[in-house]
């Protein structure tokens, strides 16, 4: 893991700094909220429904046990005991006082945490594959590049009041789980025949309002060249980009409103201009690749007779290992995730007590090393499969065990009506009452992988757009109502879904996605996901059965 | 005469301003001016015949390469923040210092806060017309808050990829 120098200590102290003095103007009456507002926002803190929300980074979706355990510590201190994982890899509070707020950006600072850029029109936090490290598909370790960009963007004095926020993702893996392609910018390592490392670079996707699946503007980048592009890319977009209208203001709709070819001549235009004195040079990537060194692996056999013989004997270890525990690039390890999706809870929400668990196994059985997806989970992304029965055990003792990873339970949700100031509807309740409906294990992984995404209100911060199943709440004259699309996904076969029908009341949508799921069950041929049944027939068995349903 | 807050050398210090604004409908007063794109466009070469010096205002919306040409003559650059939430000014700025090499004054003007003193500083701004009523300590200080930065920029600081290299 990176390991911050002085350079970023400083850097956070002298954040932190500012913001104690801001909120103290704020809080003797020096500043007025309008005028605090777009301060407190470039520290993560939104007034919400009800209190301070604070935004704490992620980067890359990183973090280690001491990190960890300090989020747990604040989460009980000054929230209510928990905290909330984004789909941004991030943590939110959603119970914070604004007078603490300094002492909370102090304590991240000591453990080389920060809120810096998770909100505001700006670069906010680098996205990045959660297996990275860990898995044999990926070409190199985009941490490496994530880490140098979260530098690159930290404070950047050109691009931190862009026409809208601005959001990145890497991926050097054919599987993509970072929903790159639905980026602003999204990145994909390549390699070239030549051995050179490189970029395919994606531009303009995005959800809100007008959902658009990314073009690529350029199928190779050079690697050492990845900054100097980047600044290309923001500069195009920093003048021309909409400013009229902020529902229109994203990378998306220029991209679309000057076509992509277009789009791609005037960043490599500017680029040429631009140079290379802005690239990074190789002594700083290196130290950087350096601190991702990999990690000391022993060498195991590729079959662990404690994790056989706990399979053989309890069903219940048997189906955490089939749908939680992914391959390791060496043998004799999982990459391990952990559902924060437990039927009946709050999608993404974690208790002090249960970071403080993960914490520990981090540390005694995975390298220390703990990522956030941003599906909403947790991962420990090294652990022995001859430890694998004591990490089940010990996450079934903290309610953390729940083996439904990439099933129908394992639903994103954005905090909705519940908490968020701009939703128009309510979405954990919705995610509690369809994962109600999936709480039989054997039926829930009877249908397989089954991505239900939803959001309180067209900014799509629950990625309904992308769902195998995507449900958005409206408002109809003050109810709540839901529209529902299928066929969506944020993955490297992205695609926007599809309008089923007329929106929903709030008490019939989990009895949809039932009814969904049940005709998918008829329809499927053999080896089919919901997403494959759904490309093949077309919505119209689906919306057949949902609104027969109905009236 | 008003005051303006200008960085020389380093150092910040209030400037008395020896530069009139004049609007496009405006009767040009003698002495040194600031104008708009189109009215330098259409009266520039006169002007600077006349002996004064002349600045350009430029507009968020406009592109300050429209300049390129003529910027050895201009004294002065005022780039306009419409709104302060308007960052195209700070493109603006650098392509200003790093790309055309402009060497005279690059004025932030309009929505002026000293929240963003550190960025405008970094992309080559060196006088302000503040609007939050600030002072020249209030930039100072908000321009010192950060020992270190990540990137290059205009202002020739040395970036942390570089300082960790020594």
């Keep these: ?551 | 005469m008003p005051t303006y807050i200008r960085l020389r050398g380093g150092v910040f210090g209030l400037a008395e301003d020896g530069f009139t604004t004049v609007a496009d409908d405006e009767v040009l007063p003698p002495g040194d001016v600031i104008v708009s794109l189109t009215r330098f466009q259409a009266d520039g070469e006169r002007l600077l015949s006349e002996g004064r010096q002349v600045g350009v205002r430029i507009a968020s919306d406009e592109a300050v390469e429209a300049l390129a040409y003529d910027l050895p003559q201009i004294a002065v650059v005022a780039l306009e923040y419409p709104k302060f939430r308007d960052g195209r000014a700070f493109t603006s700025a650098r392509v200003l210092r790093e790309r055309l090499g402009f060497k005279g004054e690059v004025r932030a003007v309009g929505d002026v806060l000293r929240t963003q003193a550190g960025f405008m500083v970094r992309c080559g701004f060196d006088a302000f017309e503040p609007a939050d009523g600030s002072s020249v300590e209030d930039w100072d200080r908000a321009t010192r808050r950060f020992r270190h930065v990540y990137q290059r920029a205009a202002d020739g600081r040395v970036p942390a990829f570089e300082a960790r290299g020594v």
Excluded at chain 1, 340 to 354: C, F, I, R, S
Excluded at chain 1, 419 to 442: E, G, M, T, W
Aim: net charge negative; proline share 4%; with cysteine.
């Design chain 1, 1 to 551: 893991m990176y390991r911050y120098d002085t350079i970023d200590r400083e850097m956070l102290a002298d954040r932190s700094a500012e913001f104690r003095e801001q909120v103290e103007r704020r809080l003797a009456g020096d500043l007025a909220e309008d005028q605090f507002k777009p301060l407190r926002l470039m520290n993560g803190l939104y007034l919400q429904l009800h209190a301070y929300m604070l935004r704490v980074a992620i980067p890359y979706g990183a973090l280690n046990p001491t990190q960890l355990r300090k989020l747990a510590w604040i989460g009980r201190t000054y929230d209510k005991g928990y905290g909330h994982f984004t789909t941004r890899q991030n943590l939110q509070f959603h119970w914070i006082k604004l007078a603490d707020t300094p002492d909370i950006l102090d304590h991240l600072a000591s453990v080389d945490m920060h809120a810096i850029q998770t909100s505001g029109n700006c670069i906010r936090n680098i996205t990045a594959d959660p297996y990275a490290g860990a898995t044999a598909e990926e070409i190199d370790d985009p941490r490496v590049w994530a880490e140098a960009m979260r530098q690159w963007s930290t404070l950047h004095p050109e691009f931190s009041f862009l026409p809208r926020k601005f959001k990145i993702a890497i991926t050097a893996a054919p599987k993509d789980r970072t929903a790159a392609k639905v980026h602003d910018i999204g990145l994909v390592v390549r390699r070239a025949r030549d051995g050179q490392l490189g970029f395919e670079v994606m531009v303009g996707g995005g959800m809100g309002r007008t959902p658009y699946i990314g073009s690529t503007i350029r199928e190779f980048l050079p690697a050492n060249r990845l900054f100097s592009y980047l600044e290309a890319i923001l500069r195009v977009y920093n003048r021309h980009g909409r400013r009229d209208n902020s529902y229109k203001a994203r990378i998306k709709i220029l991209v679309a409103a000057l076509g992509a070819e277009e789009f791609a001549r005037q960043v490599e235009a500017e680029w040429e201009k631009v140079g290379a004195s802005v690239d990074l040079p190789d002594t700083e990537l290196a130290r950087i690749r350096g601190a991702f060194a990999p990690m000391s692996f022993e060498t195991l056999p590729a079959v662990s007779e404690a994790h056989e013989a706990a399979k053989a004997s309890d069903p219940a270890y048997a189906r955490f290992v089939r749908n939680n525990v992914k391959p390791h690039k060496k043998a004799g390890y999982g990459i391990v995730e952990i559902s924060l999706k437990t039927v009946g809870e709050t999608p993404g929400d974690a208790t002090a007590e249960q970071m403080e668990a993960v914490a520990d196994l981090a540390e005694r059985y995975g390298q220390d090393d703990i990522r956030v997806t941003h599906e909403q989970n947790l991962v420990l992304p090294h652990v022995r499969l001859d430890d694998l029965p004591s990490v089940h055990a010990a996450l079934r003792a903290a309610g953390l065990a729940s083996a439904n990873i990439n099933l129908a339970s394992d639903i994103i949700a954005c905090p909705g009506l519940d908490y968020c100031a701009l939703a128009n509807a309510r979405s954990i309740s919705v995610a509690q009452h369809i994962a109600q409906k999936f709480a039989d294990p054997d039926r829930a992984e009877r249908v397989g992988e089954l991505k239900i995404k939803i959001s309180g209100c067209i900014n799509a911060c629950g990625h309904h757009h992308v769902g195998h199943i995507g449900i958005l709440g409206v408002d109809k004259k003050g109810e709540e109502f839901y529209q529902l699309t299928l066929g969506g996904s944020g993955a490297e076969d992205a695609a926007v879904g599809q309008a089923l029908g007329p929106a929903l009341p709030y008490d019939r949508v989990a009895d949809a996605v039932d009814t969904l799921v049940e005709t998918y069950l008829r329809e499927r041929h053999d080896g089919e996901r919901f997403l494959d049944t759904f490309r093949r027939t077309g919505v119209a068995p689906f919306k057949e059965a949902v609104y027969a349903d109905v009236h």
